[in-house]
């Protein structure tokens, strides 16, 4: 069973560009998260989305984030314009929905650097 | 505010020499807590749950613990193969957003 993958596995960009990162979750999860790591600190919740629905978007640092998951498979996030202070390891995670399963399985990461 | 706390923030171990990575959490109404292995350009990648206090989980060498306000992620004679970092991760109450630590980068010399 394929595993989460993500893509790019690396994007350097200048400040003010925009840049799209894409997890695909493991087929048939329904729960997608999206999390960042900075450099030096731990990972951190950015959103949730349930099939097509974002469940909880509380973790989106500022409206330069936007995240979306049509149909309910793959999911984006988009950095528009990026800064500086965005750069880091974006992971994405996919899990059943199922109430009694709570593990969430990672994807390898995007690292981003803003310069 | 639910904390994670993790140490050492960093382990180096010779081949076979066994020692104990430590996960210390502040939270209200624990549910569960997550170990993770994270390699170098990897995500991280699910070890064990634990559940309550008293609990115990195995894997070939490594042996997670857990009280009510800690747990231990016990490495048995590591190879060089166990560095990794560690990362320790809480859910708490209601919430299925793991609340996660900094990691512990074990790296274990032949």
């Known amino acids: 069973e394929a595993g989460v993958t993500q893509f790019p596995s690396h994007s350097v960009i200048e400040k003010g560009q925009t840049v799209t990162l894409r997890c695909d979750p493991i087929s048939g999860h329904d729960n997608l998260y999206w999390y960042r790591r900075v450099m030096g600190k731990e990972i951190k919740f950015l959103l949730h989305?349930?099939?097509?629905?974002?469940?909880?978007e509380s973790g989106m640092p500022n409206n330069r984030f936007l995240a979306e998951r049509t149909g309910g498979t793959y999911s984006t996030l988009k950095v528009q314009p990026a800064e500086l202070e965005d750069s880091g390891v974006y992971f994405c995670a996919s899990s059943p929905l199922v109430s009694s399963q709570e593990t969430q399985y990672f994807g390898p990461g995007t690292r981003l650097l803003v310069l | 505010e639910d904390q994670v706390t993790q140490s050492p923030e960093a382990l180096r171990l010779q081949e076979g020499e066994s020692s104990s990575l430590n996960c210390s959490y502040t939270v209200s109404g624990l549910r569960g807590l997550f170990w993770y292995r994270q390699d170098p350009g990897k995500g991280p990648e699910f070890l064990f749950t634990l559940y309550s206090a008293g609990e115990e989980k195995e894997k070939e060498r490594l042996k997670a613990t857990l009280t009510k306000k800690e747990s231990f992620l016990h490495i048995t004679a590591p190879k060089p193969e166990d560095s990794a970092t560690y990362l320790c991760?809480?859910?708490?109450?209601?919430?299925?957003?793991?609340?996660f630590g900094r990691g512990t980068s074990l790296i274990v010399h032949p």
């Open positions: 991760a809480v859910l708490t109450g209601g919430s299925y957003i793991p609340t």
């Open positions: 989305f349930v099939k097509e629905s974002k469940q909880d």
